[in-house]
C-alpha cells in the first residue's frame, strides 16, 4: 500500500523555487520523511529526510506540516539539472528493508 | 571513493539462463540492498542485508538469491532468467542504522529475451 501521494509531474521555470508537495495523512510517530531523486536512467540520489522539524541542506528544504500529515520539499533555485523524478518516502527508523517504498514520484520539468 | 559500483552496467540473457549482478561499496556501510525498476515505475525492493551474514526477502524476491559477501559486496543471483525479470537493477548501501540514508550504484540493464 502506497503510504505517500504525489502529483504525477510538474513544471518550473528555471531559477525560480520548485515546491513539490507530498501527502502522508496515515504516517505514524516515529516514521520520518525521505526525498530522494532521480535523474534520468541514474541511481536514486537522497536528498533530505526530517521528523517533524523543518530541515535545510545544501539541496533543498523540507516544510512538514505542525499534523505531520504533509510536506512540502523546497528546491530554492531550480536549475535545469534538477530535471529529474522526486520520490517522497516514509519510513520508521530501524527498520532496514521493510516499508522503503519507492512510488512512481513526480515528475519535475525545470523549463529555460 | 567510488561509492557503490555495479557490474555489468548491461546484460543480456536467454530465457532459461543464470547470471549474477555483483555490487561493491568502498563507505564502510553496514547495509546493502538490491531493487529492480521497471519501465515507469517506482523502485522495488528485492533483497537487503542489514549487516555482514544477514540477508533478508523484500517485496519482491521470488526468482532470485542473494549472498553477502562480505561488508563491501552483495550479489544478486537469476538461476533461470524470465522474461518478467527484464528491469534496471539498483544496488544500494547504507551507513547509518537511525536514519538509513541510501546511496545507489549507477544500476545494471538486464533484458531477458
Known amino acids: 500500500d502506497a503510504k505517500t501521494t504525489q502529483p504525477p509531474s510538474m513544471d518550473c521555470a528555471e531559477g525560480r523555487a520548485a515546491n513539490l508537495p507530498c501527502n502522508h495523512s496515515?504516517?505514524?510517530?516515529?516514521?520520518?520523511v525521505y526525498w530522494y531523486r532521480q535523474i534520468h536512467s541514474q541511481g536514486p540520489q537522497y536528498i533530505i529526510h526530517g521528523l517533524k522539524n523543518n530541515e535545510t541542506n545544501e539541496m533543498a528544504s523540507l516544510i512538514i506540516t505542525e499534523d505531520r500529515k504533509s510536506s512540502t520539499l523546497i528546491l530554492p533555485h531550480a536549475t535545469l539539472r534538477d530535471t529529474a523524478v522526486y520520490y517522497c518516502?516514509?519510513?520508521?527508523?530501524?527498520?532496514?528493508?521493510?516499508?522503503?517504498?519507492f512510488g512512481p514520484g513526480t515528475r519535475l520539468s525545470v523549463l529555460p | 571513493n567510488a561509492g557503490v559500483t555495479q557490474t555489468p552496467k548491461f546484460q543480456v540473457l536467454k530465457t532459461g539462463q543464470s547470471m549474477t549482478l555483483q555490487c561493491a561499496q568502498d563507505m564502510n556501510h553496514n547495509s546493502m540492498y538490491w531493487y529492480r525498476q521497471d519501465p515507469g515505475m517506482g523502485l522495488r525492493l528485492i533483497y537487503y542485508?542489514?549487516?555482514?551474514?544477514?540477508?533478508d526477502k523484500g517485496e519482491v524476491p521470488n526468482g532470485y538469491n542473494v549472498s553477502r559477501l562480505n561488508k563491501r559486496e552483495f550479489s544478486l543471483r537469476l538461476e533461470s532468467a524470465a522474461p518478467s525479470q527484464t528491469s534496471v537493477y539498483f544496488c544500494a548501501s547504507a551507513g547509518t542504522i537511525v536514519y538509513n540514508e541510501q546511496f545507489f550504484g549507477p544500476g545494471t540493464r538486464l533484458t531477458v529475451l
Open positions: 542485508s542489514a549487516s555482514e551474514g544477514t540477508t
Open positions: 518516502i516514509v519510513r520508521p527508523p530501524d527498520n532496514y528493508g521493510q516499508n522503503f517504498v
Open positions: 496515515t504516517i505514524s510517530g516515529n516514521e520520518y
